[in-house]
């Protein structure tokens, strides 16, 4: 089991920049990947970056060269850094782990949220 708790959302100006944090509780060392996805409202909920427990980060075409995902292992937290907010960034933000566990011969793949956290890019 795990949980994640998102903090950092709030109201920024096109341009300006804001960084979230995700963090992570339980059985972490079950994680395989984590990162974040977004949701605006009447929009499909989308994948905004990822980072596997390997090191390597998977992000929306939207965001490369602006958002950056990383972790601190020590804190089991990870963050995105959003730099030249656009307003289309506007969207409540969840972090997303995806896990993996044994238990005795076999091994389950599961998947948590946390609950959102809203940024709201105005201009």
């Known amino acids: 089991q795990v949980q994640l708790v998102e903090s950092g959302g709030g109201l920024v100006q096109a341009g300006g920049s804001l960084r979230l944090s995700c963090a992570a509780s339980?059985?972490?060392?079950?994680?395989?990947?984590i990162g974040w996805y977004r949701q605006a409202p009447g929009k499909q909920r989308e994948l905004v970056t990822d980072i596997s427990s390997g090191g390597s980060t998977n992000s929306a075409d939207s965001v490369k060269g602006r958002f950056t995902i990383s972790r601190d292992n020590a804190k089991n937290t990870v963050y995105l850094q959003m730099n030249s907010l656009k307003p289309e960034d506007t969207a409540v933000y969840y972090c997303h782990a995806e896990t993996i566990t044994t238990q005795g011969m076999g091994a389950r793949w599961a998947d948590y949220w946390g609950q959102g956290t809203q940024v709201t890019v105005s201009s």
């Open positions: 339980g059985n972490t060392n079950s994680i395989n990947t």
